[in-house]
């Protein structure tokens, strides 16, 4: 830096007064280096923090170039009801999980591609305040802010994060997502046979249309790409359809036995397709117990300076620009 100081002075001619501008420039510079190295340190901090509170069983996070946009506790709606789970916003991925221990620790962690994600915003519903939908291509679901302003903030963020990384990658957007499931309380009776669900029989989930379904409407098996590597269970309706359209396509008819249709736990549809293709998680039920027992607070990270609920700080984007603050708002 000083070297090239010197180098253009040298070929300016310039004394006295060449030399105090240097100077100048040298003194203004110095602190915005010294400032980028903070940042990407505390930045660096930030995301160790988040990879180690998912434990052993959690990806790993740190990757050169990610920043740590914000953090925050949302409301995702699940099959039974909305339950609140930790998002955290990266510049290019979004990463989401159960909250268990009060919030210092968590589990079930989810990691989507933002090039993959597609957002649409929704009017208030009657169970939700301020939700919009995020679509995937293995899964979509409904999402919930605590405000208006935080939901817009969440919102404009992702899909500024979005652009810029398709920009960047030179993309173009995804157009097959994965269809939303209908909640399981919106329909007492299978909504292609009209059954009435019992305890005995059990609800589940079209993987192709997200109708709620009985056991035996869901015999079916197909194999949905952008949803899962094994066929996943598809009502008689979009299996007949599939077949139509792709006589080829790998699809399975038979008597296979749903889990979920005795008595005994089981786990739920949800964590069947949110399971890995190779290894099995933990009881449905278990996590929502787990999940009841978190107080309604923000979730808050050990060091006492970080922001106890969700942040977006343009420092994170842009730290040339502005200081980063010694306590984020």
Not at 253 to 261: I, K
Request: glycine share 6%; hydrophobic share 30%.
């Amino acid at each position: 830096m000083v070297k090239g100081n010197r180098c253009e002075d040298g070929g300016s001619g310039k004394t006295g007064e060449g030399n105090s501008n240097s100077a100048a420039k040298s003194f203004v510079f110095q602190p915005i280096m010294v400032e980028q190295l903070a940042f990407t340190q505390e930045n660096k901090e930030r995301i160790q923090v988040v990879e180690n509170s998912f434990g052993p069983a959690g990806k790993p996070l740190s990757s050169p170039g990610r920043l740590l946009i914000g953090e925050g506790r949302l409301m995702k709606l699940c099959r039974r009801r909305p339950q609140p789970k930790v998002f955290y916003l990266f510049n290019d991925i979004l990463v989401y999980g159960s909250i268990v221990l009060h919030g210092h620790w968590h589990k079930n962690q989810k990691v989507i591609s933002l090039e993959d994600i597609q957002l649409e915003d929704l009017e208030d519903g009657i169970n939700m305040k301020n939700q919009w939908l995020i679509r995937t291509p293995r899964k979509s679901f409904y999402v919930a802010a605590a405000s208006a302003e935080e939901k817009h903030a969440w919102m404009e963020h992702i899909e500024d994060c979005r652009s810029k990384r398709l920009q960047h990658a030179g993309h173009q957007p995804r157009d097959t997502f994965a269809t939303t499931w209908i909640p399981d309380q919106a329909s007492a009776i299978c909504m292609r046979c009209t059954v009435t669900f019992t305890v005995k029989r059990r609800r589940h989930h079209c993987r192709r249309c997200g109708f709620v379904i009985c056991s035996t409407c869901s015999k079916y098996r197909a194999l949905i790409k952008h949803i899962s590597l094994k066929p996943v269970r598809v009502c008689k309706l979009c299996h007949l359809s599939l077949q139509n359209q792709e006589p080829t396509h790998n699809l399975v008819q038979g008597e296979v036995r749903s889990r979920g249709d005795c008595e005994e736990t089981h786990y739920s549809d949800e964590d069947i397709l949110d399971m890995p293709v190779d290894k099995e998680s933990s009881n449905h039920d278990t996590v929502e117990w787990m999940e009841d027992q978190t107080p309604n607070k923000w979730v808050s990270h050990p060091k006492s300076t970080w922001s106890p609920y969700v942040y977006f700080n343009p420092a994170h984007q842009s730290p040339n620009l502005s200081r980063l603050p010694s306590k984020f708002p």
